[in-house]
């Protein structure tokens, strides 16, 4: 057992005042590239990392659910009853993990009983690394595997999606659960949105590492640009359906694309959105195809011109992503850096050279904040497995 295991069941034993049952963890996300091509019919290439979120279970004997995070302790033990398992507010992140388990009920059947959860994410909160996704998928797997439920993983994953949109309300895509239940160590997926078809890449990284990069700026913008973009897509695909029979944005080649492009006349933004999205599809798709063949220069590229894109086409970066990702670019050592996740805050993600990345990290570091007023975070994570059971038994 780990000493983060033995941590974690001591903080369950200090809170509940009695020894946890099993120790579970599920991973963040980063998406190495494949941005805002999930709502738009492409494809996205994401990866489990080792940041995440732990879970120490115990079953109870009443039908009480009491969940405690140790990221926010103040908010003390919450409680709810599995015969009511409504959203309230006040529940604030526990509504993540009662509305998989509300889903859970209705598939599977009413739990026979509740449960007590101490939970700690290492996940910095607003940094756009899918924290809701993990906690979503630990509370899946955890129900799942205590409970017998015999429920795929992949039933898990949309189970996942169906909080994000109907319990919580934010319409977002399948990416980020399908990523933390399907992650497999040193593997990106590379995974059809419209589909759901996945290939399992192998990562090799040689003799770099990916380091994120946290703007620290909160992204308060996203949610409302997000719908913003997702519904100009939409608009330019009703055009472009006017003469090619297509389905999605994703569906196009840039030739194509490029072909009906007299249609954007009277609205150029429209067509800039639209290239986005078709051109990061392609740069997806060679993303894969450049790290199987080993090529990592050609992959370190691919991030630099998806972020231009993201920046010029698509207009979701912002000053603060902007800025680390010009200073992470320059630097000796990187192959290449990109916003990642939504955008307007949040992370960037850089392919560095493992000599280099303590230098990087300052010189950066120092840069940015002389720019900004604010520091930056750094993080090098590793490239983990999905959401799993760690180890049984309450043994400190």
Known sequence: MSKKESDLLKAFEQEFGTAGEATYFSPG????????????????????????????????????????????????VIEFDLDHLEFEKDHQWANYAKGMIRYLSEDYGTLPHGFDCYIYGTIPNGAGLSSSASLELLIGVIVNEEYGLNASRLALIKLGKKVENEFIGVNSGIMDQFAVGMGQKNHAILLDCETLAYDLVPVKMDN??????????????????????????????????????????????????????????????????????????????????????NQLTVFGQLLNASHTSLRDDYEVTGKELDTIVAHAQAQEGTLGARMTGAGFGGCAIALVEKEAVTTFINHVGQAYEQEIGYPAAFYVADIADGTSLLSEGAHV
């Open 29 to 76: 996300r980063i998406n190495l590239i494949g941005e805002h091509t999930d709502y738009n019919g492409g494809h996205v290439f994401p990866s489990a990392i080792t940041l995440g979120t732990y879970g120490v279970y115990r079953a109870r004997d009443d039908r009480k659910v009491c969940l405690f995070s140790g990221n926010f302790a103040s908010l003390g």
């Open 208 to 293: 770099h590492v990916i380091v994120i990069m946290n703007t620290n700026k909160r992204r308060e913008l996203a949610d409302s640009k997000y719908n913003e973009r997702r519904a100009e897509c939409e608009e330019a695909l009703k055009l472009i359906q006017s003469v090619e029979q297509v389905e999605s944005l994703g569906q196009l080649t840039i030739a194509q694309l490029e072909k009906v492009q007299g249609l954007f006349e009277s609205n150029e933004t429209l067509y800039r959105r639209a290239r986005h999205a078709v051109s990061e599809n392609q740069r997806t798709l060679d993303a894969k195809e450049a790290l199987e063949a």
